[in-house]
Protein backbone atom coordinates (compact mmCIF):
# COMPACT_ATOMS: atom_id res chain seq x y z
CA UNK A 1 0.00 0.00 0.00
CA UNK A 2 1.11 3.75 -0.18
CA UNK A 3 3.62 4.83 2.46
CA UNK A 4 1.04 7.72 3.20
CA UNK A 5 -1.99 6.71 5.84
CA UNK A 6 -4.60 8.63 3.32
CA UNK A 7 -3.36 6.54 0.45
CA UNK A 8 -3.80 3.34 2.57
CA UNK A 9 -7.12 4.36 3.58
CA UNK A 10 -8.30 5.47 0.02
CA UNK A 11 -6.99 2.14 -1.34
CA UNK A 12 -8.94 -0.20 1.32
CA UNK A 13 -12.06 1.91 0.86
CA UNK A 14 -11.44 1.41 -3.28
CA UNK A 15 -10.98 -2.49 -2.31
CA UNK A 16 -14.49 -2.46 -0.32
CA UNK A 17 -16.12 -0.53 -2.85
CA UNK A 18 -15.18 -3.06 -4.93
CA UNK A 19 -15.77 -6.23 -3.05
CA UNK A 20 -19.31 -4.98 -2.15
CA UNK A 21 -19.87 -4.84 -6.34
CA UNK A 22 -19.15 -8.18 -6.54
CA UNK A 23 -15.75 -8.10 -7.51
CA UNK A 24 -12.58 -10.39 -5.79
CA UNK A 25 -9.41 -9.10 -5.02
CA UNK A 26 -6.45 -11.10 -6.84
CA UNK A 27 -3.56 -8.46 -5.33
CA UNK A 28 -3.14 -5.22 -4.11
CA UNK A 29 -0.39 -3.27 -5.06
CA UNK A 30 0.94 -5.27 -7.17
CA UNK A 31 4.79 -4.13 -8.18
CA UNK A 32 7.29 -4.64 -11.04
CA UNK A 33 10.50 -2.64 -12.58
CA UNK A 34 7.90 -0.86 -14.82
CA UNK A 35 5.50 0.82 -11.54
CA UNK A 36 2.90 -0.20 -9.23
CA UNK A 37 -1.05 -0.50 -9.88
CA UNK A 38 -2.96 0.54 -6.84
CA UNK A 39 -5.60 -3.19 -7.36
CA UNK A 40 -6.40 -5.80 -9.56
CA UNK A 41 -9.63 -7.60 -8.91
CA UNK A 42 -11.80 -10.25 -11.20
CA UNK A 43 -15.57 -10.59 -11.78
CA UNK A 44 -17.20 -12.48 -14.45
CA UNK A 45 -14.42 -13.57 -16.65
CA UNK A 46 -12.94 -9.82 -16.45
CA UNK A 47 -9.61 -8.79 -15.16
CA UNK A 48 -9.56 -5.28 -14.02
CA UNK A 49 -6.58 -3.19 -13.30
CA UNK A 50 -7.79 -0.19 -10.76
CA UNK A 51 -5.90 2.90 -10.39
CA UNK A 52 -6.55 4.67 -6.72
CA UNK A 53 -6.11 8.48 -6.56
CA UNK A 54 -7.08 10.89 -3.27
CA UNK A 55 -6.85 14.78 -2.82
CA UNK A 56 -8.45 16.35 -0.42
CA UNK A 57 -9.94 19.08 -2.90
CA UNK A 58 -9.92 19.57 -6.30
CA UNK A 59 -8.89 23.16 -6.17
CA UNK A 60 -5.85 22.06 -8.55
CA UNK A 61 -7.63 19.74 -10.66
CA UNK A 62 -9.52 16.19 -9.93
CA UNK A 63 -7.36 13.23 -8.70
CA UNK A 64 -8.62 11.35 -12.81
CA UNK A 65 -6.11 14.64 -13.76
CA UNK A 66 -3.52 13.09 -12.03
CA UNK A 67 -2.98 10.24 -14.46
CA UNK A 68 -1.55 11.03 -17.59
CA UNK A 69 -0.60 9.45 -20.71
CA UNK A 70 2.66 8.63 -18.96
CA UNK A 71 0.98 7.33 -15.73
CA UNK A 72 -1.43 5.02 -17.79
CA UNK A 73 1.69 3.84 -19.88
CA UNK A 74 3.43 2.88 -16.66
CA UNK A 75 0.25 0.82 -15.63
CA UNK A 76 -0.26 -0.80 -19.07
CA UNK A 77 3.19 -2.18 -18.68
CA UNK A 78 2.88 -3.11 -15.38
CA UNK A 79 -0.44 -5.26 -16.18
CA UNK A 80 1.87 -6.59 -19.12
CA UNK A 81 4.24 -7.88 -16.78
CA UNK A 82 1.09 -9.34 -14.19
CA UNK A 83 -0.11 -11.14 -17.59
CA UNK A 84 3.19 -12.70 -18.14
CA UNK A 85 3.88 -13.71 -14.81
CA UNK A 86 0.26 -15.19 -14.12
CA UNK A 87 -1.03 -17.24 -17.29
CA UNK A 88 -4.24 -18.37 -15.82
CA UNK A 89 -5.32 -14.71 -16.13
CA UNK A 90 -4.40 -14.84 -19.66
CA UNK A 91 -8.01 -15.45 -21.49
CA UNK A 92 -10.01 -12.75 -19.22
CA UNK A 93 -11.14 -9.82 -20.40
CA UNK A 94 -8.86 -6.53 -19.49
CA UNK A 95 -9.95 -3.45 -18.36
CA UNK A 96 -8.20 0.08 -17.17
CA UNK A 97 -10.44 1.53 -13.76
CA UNK A 98 -9.80 4.51 -12.03
CA UNK A 99 -11.74 5.41 -8.80
CA UNK A 100 -10.84 8.63 -7.34
CA UNK A 101 -11.83 10.20 -4.18
CA UNK A 102 -12.28 14.37 -4.02
CA UNK A 103 -15.16 16.76 -3.54
CA UNK A 104 -16.65 13.85 -5.46
CA UNK A 105 -16.01 10.00 -5.61
CA UNK A 106 -16.14 8.08 -8.71
CA UNK A 107 -15.83 5.29 -10.27
CA UNK A 108 -14.62 5.58 -13.93
CA UNK A 109 -14.89 2.26 -15.42
CA UNK A 110 -12.43 1.66 -18.80
CA UNK A 111 -10.54 4.64 -18.26
CA UNK A 112 -8.35 4.48 -20.70
CA UNK A 113 -7.46 1.45 -23.25
CA UNK A 114 -4.25 0.23 -24.50
CA UNK A 115 -4.31 1.01 -27.99
CA UNK A 116 -5.49 4.40 -27.63
CA UNK A 117 -1.43 5.26 -25.99
CA UNK A 118 1.14 6.67 -28.18
CA UNK A 119 4.20 4.66 -27.55
CA UNK A 120 6.63 6.55 -25.49
Known amino acids: M ?14 RWLQQ ?16 IDLIATKDGLL ?8 RSDRFGSPAAQVDRQK ?5 KTANHFLTHNPRFAHYQIR ?3 ISFGS ?16 E
Open 48 to 55: VFCEVKQR
Open 21 to 36: RGYCLVIPNYHCRFGE
Open 72 to 76: QNRII
Open 104 to 119: ENRWIKAAFFEEDLIP
Open 2 to 15: KSNPRGKASEARAS
Open 96 to 98: FDL
